[in-house]
């Protein structure tokens, strides 16, 4: 299977733990986005790396988040110190993007990890 | 006001019927439009994207109307597995808040019963 893939698909944690998600996007994609998404909700974007590059990072994403992308291949999601509402789907996408624009890419998402935070 | 706006449903319509969806973006810098479909607890798979001209993809036409920030999707000849969640995606580059960032609606759920 060439699509995104993402691990673990489910996490369950309790409170204050920290928990890391991966990403590894569709081999010769060089942007990757990390989304999250609750019940009755669209995608909510949280980052995005062009290649290694984090370019952006959304208001939504706290000092607890952290992403990495450190080699332009896999990315890494960490949550620190998680809390209650954290618990949603964790969604992953990449894209072959043209120089400067995302506008016109096309996302290719994963299953996504569904993170439950006791 | 959100960015991106749907209306919920459901939508519950009979195998065959025709069915309409509207979304209405807030922001006039948004560049580019889709439409993604998500099933129940899987992941948003691309639809199609919407161009100003209208463009038409077998049973699924999508339209733009700029001047009124307003993209619609018509399906045609409902059928079973058309059933899931229909989301509107709106994306571009802000010039106030640098953003590039694709922007989603909550989605439009739709029910095609037999």
């Known amino acids: 299977d060439t699509g995104v893939s993402q691990n673990p698909r489910h996490k369950i944690t309790k409170r204050g733990q920290n928990v890391t998600f991966r990403c590894d996007p569709i081999?010769?994609?060089?942007?990757l986005y990390w989304y999250r998404q609750t019940l009755g909700q669209g995608p909510e974007f949280l980052t995005y790396?062009?290649?290694?590059?984090?370019?952006?990072k959304s208001r939504l994403l706290s000092d607890r988040f952290s992403a990495e992308r450190p080699k332009g291949s896999f990315s890494t999601l960490e949550i620190q110190r998680t809390e209650q509402g954290d618990s949603a789907m964790y969604l992953c996408a990449s894209s072959k993007g043209v120089a400067g624009l995302t506008s016109t890419d096309t996302q290719y998402f994963g299953p996504g990890t569904r993170l439950t935070v006791l | 006001r959100k960015e991106v706006e749907q209306d919920p449903g459901p939508f519950n319509v009979p195998e065959g019927a025709t069915v309409a969806f509207n979304c209405t973006y807030s922001?006039?810098?948004?560049?580019?439009f889709f439409w993604y479909r998500q099933d129940c607890r899987k992941e948003p798979k691309l639809l199609m994207s919407?161009?100003?001209s209208g463009n038409e993809d077998g049973r699924f036409t999508a339209q733009l109307n700029r001047a009124s920030q307003y993209i619609s999707l018509l399906i045609r000849d409902s059928k079973l597995s058309d059933s899931a969640t229909y989301l509107c995606?709106?994306?571009?580059?802000?010039?106030?808040?640098?953003?590039?960032?694709?922007?989603f609606g909550s989605g439009t759920r739709l029910q095609v019963q037999p």
């Open positions: 919407v161009y100003s």
């Open positions: 995606v709106v994306t571009g580059y802000y010039m106030d808040t640098g953003r590039r960032a694709l922007t």
């Open positions: 081999s010769e994609h060089n942007r």
């Open positions: 790396f062009q290649n290694e590059a984090q370019l952006e």
């Open positions: 922001n006039s810098a948004s560049q580019s």
